[in-house]
């Protein structure tokens, strides 16, 4: 577990008038952590970013940024110590790629700017692009050089909106390469994303917001907090008396009928059930296909957890 | 943290290269004097030798007024630009997101229009003196080269672009839109306009106390100005539309 407070944040919120941004928001996320931060389009997720940015200042709550109290007095110590790579490069196209980082390197205030910048080019490989315009770079390049941008402070936190948002297959892979490298390095990563198998690729732990924060904690917590355990069992032939064969089977919970020979078991510890399903299964005469464990993905959990709001959000 | 000149170097210099690959900027700031210089070489070649000195001095002073007009206007539609054109092109986010301190940003943006401006005022100011020294009647060159003439031109030019970058500035920081904010950037040249025209008129006759007035309103205008705009600058509200 890597050590706490890169971020910790409590009961924050922002309001814009009478409509609520997101509330009541809490969590921490540690040094060394990548922290995903799912949620639907409009949930909160960028504005959360820019509140723990300093962009804009929250209505309710406090947070601890990079070990930096938020509050005015504070803003600039954090934006030295931070960086955030919006779902938008923003890059000034006329300029090249070298001169667009050197400029923000300077603005970060870094000692040899032109030694940085080379080395966060060679960080998202693309040092033989230096001296392009960035108007002539696509979409997917141009994501990698406002990474590389955001690399330039050798940020303690790195604050990673939608970053892989309308690029292609290849571009996000490149994208989720990038990420794992810098998380092998130990940077402190938040990642606001809706992509969730992205989140569940890269992230150590996740938060789903909806305006408030419904769960937090590791893909595999979640599931578990909100699913039963469950086995899946193919046969070659249905069962004849699947109830009969099922019942004595120490740790199940119940059983259903999801093909003529495919039933799902819900158990209470795999580890004890699996072996004794496979007696009992052989015991009856079953030729068995496969027993296994049914794996309930991110994209289950967050359904759950959200689908109700995007439906009533439809009605 | 401090306000920090490397930071107001970093700004400056990337909107300058900027503006260098920018066609519409280069032609703007080629083009606007061209016109504004027009006008006074033809009132200067018009005067007549024989022109009583009185009338002279004050056609002169007329023409160099119109030069006057090039700080005034040229700097209005780019600093009218700066914040507002940044937002629509998505780069003010990443720029907010670094420590630069917003009046080390309005600075470095406001220094590099200023520049250029003066370059281009100063070039054609020196064109229209080679001008008049090679072609106009000797009475005519020695009093376009008397020392108030000069110095009120070379004193009100940074001036005037102070004015024009400030007022610019402040449209900018506080428009939703660019092209408002270039329309509004251009009436806010308009006050320098119209001094001109009631001086062409004799409504006003440009005096030395006048200049003195003026001078010293520009002055304060300029030197409050960049603390006025930053207060202006509402990050929160750049970012998102609301207030903050």
């Known amino acids: 577990m890597p050590a706490p407070g890169a971020l910790r944040v409590e009961h924050l919120g922002k309001r814009f008038g009478n409509r609520v941004a997101f509330e009541d928001v809490s969590f921490e996320v540690g040094y060394g952590e990548v922290f995903g931060f799912l949620g639907p389009n409009g949930a909160g997720k960028t504005t959360t970013v820019r509140v723990l940015g300093t962009l804009i200042a929250p209505t309710s709550g406090s947070a601890v940024v990079a070990g930096f109290p938020l509050g005015t007095e504070n803003d600039q110590a954090v934006r030295a110590r931070i960086s955030i790579m919006p779902e938008s490069p923003g890059l000034y196209l006329r300029l090249s790629v070298a001169e667009n980082l050197r400029c923000f390197a300077r603005l970060y205030g870094v000692a040899d700017p032109e030694e940085r910048t080379g080395r966060a080019l060679e960080a998202v490989r693309l040092t033989d692009r230096a001296k392009d315009p960035c108007g002539s770079l696509s979409k997917g390049l141009r994501q990698r050089v406002a990474l590389a941008r955001a690399l330039l402070n050798e940020p303690v936190v790195l604050f990673l909106d939608e970053p892989t948002s309308g690029l292609d297959p290849v571009a996000t892979r490149e994208v989720h390469e990038l990420v794992a490298g810098l998380r092998s390095q130990g940077v402190t990563i938040f990642l606001t994303t809706h992509r969730l198998e992205e989140a569940e690729r890269l992230c150590d732990r996740v938060a789903i917001l909806s305006t408030t924060l419904r769960m937090t904690g590791r893909p595999d917590e979640l599931r578990d907090r909100l699913f039963s355990k469950a086995l899946e069992v193919r046969t070659r032939v249905p069962l004849a008396e699947p109830g009969s064969t099922f019942a004595g089977v120490p740790g199940v919970g119940g059983w259903g009928q999801s093909a003529p020979n495919a039933y799902t078991l819900t158990v209470t510890d795999v580890e004890v059930a699996a072996p004794a399903l496979a007696r009992a299964l052989v015991g009856a005469g079953a030729d068995i296909l496969a027993i296994a464990e049914a794996r309930r993905s991110l994209e289950d959990v967050y359904l759950e957890l959200i689908g109700e709001d995007v439906e009533a959000g439809r009605r | ?244």
């Open chain 2, 1 to 244: 943290m401090s306000f920090s000149a490397g930071r107001v170097d970093a700004v400056f210099r990337k909107e300058l290269q900027d503006y260098r690959r920018n066609r519409a900027v280069i032609a703007t700031m080629a083009l606007l004097p061209v016109v504004f210089v027009v006008l006074p070489m033809v009132q200067l070649f018009s005067i007549k030798a024989s022109t009583a000195s009185s009338t002279l001095d004050l056609r002169i002073g007329l023409s160099l007024l119109y030069m006057l007009l090039i700080p005034a206007v040229v700097p209005s539609t780019l600093a009218a630009y700066s914040v507002v054109g940044e937002r629509e092109q998505g780069t003010l986010e990443p720029l907010l997101i670094t420590p630069v301190r917003s009046d080390e940003l309005l600075v470095g943006k406001a220094l590099a229009v200023l520049v250029p401006t003066l370059a281009v005022a100063y070039s054609v100011f020196g064109v229209f003196l080679l001008a008049a020294a090679l072609f106009a009647h000797p009475a005519v060159v020695s009093a376009v080269f008397r020392a108030p003439h000069l110095l009120v031109q070379v004193l009100f030019t940074p001036l005037l672009a102070g004015w024009s970058i400030w007022i610019g500035t402040a449209i900018s920081a506080r428009s939703s839109d660019v092209r408002v904010a270039q329309q509004l950037g251009v009436l806010a040249s308009l006050p320098p306009l119209a001094v001109v025209a009631l001086m062409s008129l004799d409504v006003i006759t440009p005096t030395f106390g006048l200049a003195l007035a003026l001078g010293a309103g520009l002055l304060v205008v300029d030197g409050l100005g960049w603390r006025a705009v930053a207060a202006m600058f509402d990050r929160e509200r750049l970012i998102t539309g609301s207030r903050g």
